[in-house]
């Protein structure tokens, strides 16, 4: 089953540039996690934003979510070249539940 | 820090295999995952399981099955490796609590080939 759909499915840009990238679900949820994935390698976990939470920030990233719309976005600020990766929303369903779906995700390059 | 650790980063069996991956976390999570990943189709949940010795399908099981004898173990099985089943293998685990899911620790992956 698909819940998160992230958009765009690739995006490059230039180092320096703020980087967007966002994700739609379709069911209510508890939780919503970002991850990031270099290439060829595991997973590891960027943000996790609860359905009471409006933004959230780590350093250079941003995460919104707004639950009436179903939708959350990733914003990386000052973009690096190690911020290349593929990046993955992945949502909860209600009710406690602790498996995660995960988006397609995103396909992000740094331009030097 | 959490570890995940995964038995191989690279596989190849033969069709018809009976293949073993295993998975070892030591942060004493009481959830852990086995996922595949494949172009274009994402991560897809395999198996779960939230304690020992139990275990939840995922959104692909078919010609999966798991085993979790001990907290820190969770090993999937491939009964009869097949072509279709060559992919990108993640195991994570997480913590488990009532307010639903929690981060997840990924291991390095096992890109298994089946010939």
């Known amino acids: 089953s698909q819940q998160g759909e992230e958009d765009p499915q690739a995006l490059s840009i230039q180092e320096g540039e703020n980087a967007t990238m966002n994700c739609s679900y379709k069911?209510?949820?508890?939780?919503l996690q970002w991850y990031r994935q270099n290439s060829g390698r595991g997973l590891v976990h960027l943000i996790l934003?609860?359905?009471?939470?409006r933004e959230k920030h780590s350093g250079r990233l941003r995460v919104t979510l707004d639950t009436s719309k179903k939708s959350s976005s990733l914003l990386i600020t000052a973009s690096r070249a190690a911020d290349t990766a593929s990046y993955f929303c992945?949502?909860?369903?209600?009710?406690?539940?602790?498996?995660?779906?995960f988006g397609q995700g995103t396909r992000l390059t740094i331009n030097p | 820090d959490v570890k995940v650790t995964q038995s191989s980063r690279y596989l190849v069996k033969r069709t018809g295999e009976k293949v073993f991956l295993e998975c070892v976390q030591d942060?004493?999570?009481?959830?852990m995952f086995w996922y595949r990943q494949d172009p274009g189709l994402g991560l897809r949940l395999i198996y779960f399981s939230y304690d020992v010795k139990m275990k939840e399908k995922g959104d692909i099981p078919e010609g999966y099955s798991v085993s979790r004898e001990k907290k820190e173990r969770f090993s999937l099985i491939l009964e009869s490796a097949s072509t279709n089943q060559t992919s990108m293998y993640l195991c994570a685990s997480s913590l488990s609590g009532p307010e639903g899911s929690y981060e997840q620790y990924f291991g390095p992956g096992t890109r298994l080939t089946v010939t």
């Open positions: 992945a949502t909860d369903v209600s009710e406690g539940a602790q498996k995660l779906v």
């Open positions: 069911t209510s949820i508890n939780n």
């Open positions: 934003i609860r359905s009471n939470e």
């Open positions: 942060m004493d999570h009481e959830n």
